[in-house]
């Protein structure tokens, strides 16, 4: 189903299950008066579904809902876009079997709370554009390397309610010149080093 809300088209999963083992969005819907739209907005997947399944994002997606993706245990993998600025409050939370290396395109503007917690990611890359929730990756016991450009989440009080459950083996990247800083106010990370990187999908 696809809701059009003030001239965007919020796209919703509202059947029982996908038909296909691969949930391509769409860039454009066409309401029934003919007219087109951008599907900018991915807002629920609906039920549970009953097998392994991946989703490929429209280009005009921006951004991902809160829940949007919420215990949907089978998700396998997700393949972002150039375009996308906010992952919204436990969008993939519980995703168990999500195991997609999220590298996040600079632009990104927010990670909301718990959006990753009780996810299998093994590498996350944080664009310097990034404001990000509380819990973001609570329990995430897969993780092996976070790239962190997001220079103001030096506090300590980032440490203890952001990464909870992090494995102390995982690799911590951050822009040359604050690993000092890092170290102080993340001291759970054993390896902290120089070598994070804003992406965009052109380089």
């Known amino acids: 189903m696809v809701d059009i809300l003030s001239g965007r088209a919020h796209l ?10 691969t949930l391509n969005v769409p860039e454009y ?5 003919g007219r087109k739209f951008a599907v900018t907005c991915f807002d629920d997947m609906g039920n549970a579904q009953p097998y392994d399944f991946k989703v490929n994002l429209g280009v005009n997606i921006d951004t991902i ?14 393949t972002l876009n150039p375009n996308i ?10 995703c168990t079997n999500l195991a997609s290396d ?3 395109p600079y632009g990104t503007k927010y990670l909301g709370q718990r959006v990753f917690a009780n996810t299998a990611v093994k590498k996350i890359l944080i664009p310097s554009t990034c404001n990000m929730g509380f ?38 990247y951050v822009p040359t010149g604050y690993v000092k800083q890092f170290k102080e106010g993340w001291p759970h990370f054993t390896s902290v080093q120089a070598g994070a ?6 380089n």
């Open 12 to 21: 919703v999963i509202n059947n029982s299950a996908t038909t296909t083992s």
């Open 29 to 33: 819907v066409t309401s029934n008066d």
């Open 65 to 78: 809902s809160a829940q949007a993706f919420k215990n949907q245990t089978l998700l396998t993998q997700v």
């Open 85 to 94: 600025k906010v992952i919204d409050t436990e969008a993939f939370s519980g």
């Open 102 to 104: 999220f590298l996040l």
């Open 135 to 172: 819990y973001m990756l609570d329990n995430c016991s897969k993780l092996e390397e976070l790239y962190m450009n997001y220079i103001y989440a030096t506090g300590k009080h980032m440490n203890v309610y952001t990464f909870t459950n992090v494995p102390t083996s995982c690799k911590l």
């Open 197 to 202: 990187y804003d992406f965009t999908f052109n």
